[in-house]
């Protein structure tokens, strides 16, 4: 049951995120530092929450995750 509900939720998740994209479909221009790109204003906006979940992701796991297997290999070394 849990599993058929996470997918239930991701379903509509991107359902969502698919209508959000195609209600806003004006042009909009990014300069970036490799050039110029022009992309609609919903797949700017999708991608660029991506982009910044992703960063996230990392910075959560390079804070937390590495410092708990660091702990882990401390503790198995002191034999406790």
Avoid at 53 to 65: D, F, K, P, R, T
């Amino acid at each position: 049951p849990v599993k058929l509900a996470a997918r239930i939720i991701l379903f509509l998740a991107l359902a969502i995120v698919l209508v959000f994209a195609a209600f806003n479909s004006s042009l909009v221009s990014i300069d970036a530092l490799f050039g110029e790109l022009t992309l609609p204003l919903g797949v700017a906006l999708v991608g660029f929450f991506a982009l910044g979940s992703l960063a996230g992701a990392l910075g959560l796991y390079l804070a937390v995750v590495l410092r708990l297997k660091r702990e882990l290999r401390r503790s198995r070394a002191s034999g406790s």
